[in-house]
């Protein structure tokens, strides 16, 4: 089965300085995991995704995520925190199917709501 | 530019009445999704349709239904069985069901039953 924990409801933030989200995942199998951002009343965007390659992901707006399967945590992060980042942020996972032939349905994380503070 | 359009954006009912939400996309994608939100309650699927005439339940089914008749288009019917349907709807699209695929997503039609 799979599951994901957004470790944080809220983090707040000055801008110009790092932003750090934190979600841990559990699956059975071969996870992909992504993170999402949605600004008020709007729908959901895709910031990055990991589905089995490089460890450390890049996505839009400076954004970068860690898989780190010994630790099962795929943190995003963000050196230096805009104005325009103030959102909430989702991670979610997907899991393989016992065969290994294809993936099961998203799981969606709580959410984090970021807040940036001038 | 490729996307998903759901209409309307906000959309007022007295209780008791059915409601249908509409969503379209031109992403030529095979699988599309509804999903429901609730603050502090991330989202909820509420169902999914791989192909064309062929939908299946997500985790919330009860009180809501759906066609899929052409490709394009995915809509939501909100039926007054529906317990507590005062929400914000979102539909996304997918390549297909069965790989890690992102979803894209509408931006949402906010449903407020009195």
């Known amino acids: 089965a799979q599951s994901v924990t957004q470790l944080d409801s809220h983090v707040s933030v000055s801008e110009g300085t790092p932003v750090l989200l934190r979600c841990n995942y559990s699956?059975?199998?071969?996870?992909?995991l992504f993170w999402y951002v949605q600004h008020p009343n709007k729908g959901l965007q895709l910031l990055l995704k990991y589905t089995s390659a490089a460890t450390l992901v890049k996505g839009i707006n400076g954004f970068e995520a860690e898989f780190k399967k010994s630790e099962t945590s795929f943190h995003l992060t963000k050196p230096s925190a805009h104005m325009s980042d103030a959102a909430e942020y989702f991670c979610v996972v997907t899991d393989q199917t016992a065969g290994g032939t294809s993936y099961g349905k998203l799981t969606f994380g709580q959410g984090t709501i970021l807040t940036v503070h001038p | 530019d490729g996307g998903i359009t759901q209409s309307p954006k906000y959309l007022f009912r007295k209780e008791g009445q059915n409601v249908t939400l509409s969503c379209e996309q031109n992403l030529n994608h095979d699988a599309m999704y509804w999903y429901r939100q609730d603050p502090g309650q991330g989202l909820r699927l509420i169902y999914y349709s791989q192909i064309v005439n062929d939908f299946q339940k997500g985790d919330i089914a009860e009180g809501y239904s759906v066609s899929r008749e052409k490709k394009e288009s995915f809509p939501l019917t909100v039926t007054s069985a529906q317990k507590n349907p005062t929400a914000f709807y979102l539909c996304?699209?997918?390549?297909?069901?069965?790989?890690?695929?992102?979803?894209?997503f509408g931006n949402g039609t906010r449903l407020t039953v009195t």
């Open positions: 699956s059975s199998y071969s996870p992909s």
């Open positions: 996304a699209s997918s390549l297909s069901t069965g790989g890690p695929y992102p979803l894209h």
